[in-house]
T-cell receptor, first 109, second 118 residues
Framework: AQRVTQPEKLLSVFKGAPVELKCNYSYSGSPELFWYVQYSRQRLQLLLRHISRESIKGFTADLNKGETSFHLKKPFAQEEDSAMYYCALGYNAGNMLTFGGGTRLMVKP | EAQVTQNPRYLITVTGKKLTVTCSQNMNHEYMSWYRQDPGLGLRQIYYSMNVEVTDKGDVPEGYKVSRKEKRNFPLILESPSPNQTSLYFC?????????????????FGDGTRLSIL
């Protein structure tokens, strides 16, 4: 069965420090992977998807099929990056989405 | 403005009193879905719909019903709510796989509905 694991519930860093939010998945097929972000009192928004290989707000994520990981990285964290981050796996032709438990990122001044 | 709209945003009710949470999107998306968000569990998919009159169970469908009579609306129905359905609910939509540009598209989420069942 498909599963997404975000091992850290809370990650606290200082402004300017590098950030890595971990995501591991298990899925027997070809995965579609996403990172969603939820700022305080706002809706869930797409941050990245693996097929785009883009950088949004300085964040990048690389799909590592060997390690079944899709970690989210940013070289220099900003205070406005403080939010809840969810890794998600799309499957069943994109009709189903399984989320990890989320990681709360706190960037301290 | 392209958006997914849920109503109500907040609701406190009692066990057994039927309730409906509405969801509407104005993007002509074929695909719509409902999730519940609980602390430590992330979001879990309740039901989804690939098109009008086509609905399917997600990971946690028990205690919920949905309908898709029109493309823009996808209401979530709790026929007999119970306290374990107290949660934050999100509706989402995206282009369907058969719509132009619909492959591998991300889902657009509503603002959420916080339900408390006493």
């Amino acid at each position: 069965a498909q599963r997404v694991t975000q091992p850290e519930k809370l990650l606290s860093v200082f402004k300017g420090a590098p950030v890595e939010l971990k995501c591991n998945y298990s899925y027997s097929g070809s995965p579609e992977l996403f990172w969603y972000v939820q700022y305080s009192r706002q809706r869930l928004q797409l941050l990245l998807r693996h097929i785009s290989r883009e950088s949004i707000k300085g964040f990048t994520a690389d799909l590592n099929k060997g390690e079944t990981s899709f970690h989210l990285k940013k070289p220099f964290a900003q205070e406005e990056d403080s939010a809840m981050y969810y890794c998600a796996l799309g499957y069943n032709a994109g009709n189903m989405l399984t989320f990890g438990g989320g990681t709360r990122l706190m960037v301290k001044p | 403005e392209a958006q997914v709209t849920q109503n109500p945003r907040y609701l406190i009710t009692v066990t057994g009193k039927k309730l409906t949470v509405t969801c509407s999107q104005n993007m002509n998306h074929e695909y719509m879905s409902w999730y519940r968000q609980d602390p430590g569990l992330g979001l879990r998919q309740i039901y989804y719909s690939m098109n009008v009159e086509v609905t399917d169970k997600g990971d946690v469908p028990e205690g919920y019903k949905v309908s898709r009579k029109e493309k823009r609306n996808f209401p979530l129905i709790l026929e007999s709510p119970s306290p374990n359905q107290t949660s934050l609910y999100f509706c989402a939509s995206k282009l369907g796989a058969t719509q132009q540009g619909g492959k591998n598209q991300p889902q657009h989420f509503g603002d959420g509905t916080r339900l408390s069942i006493l």
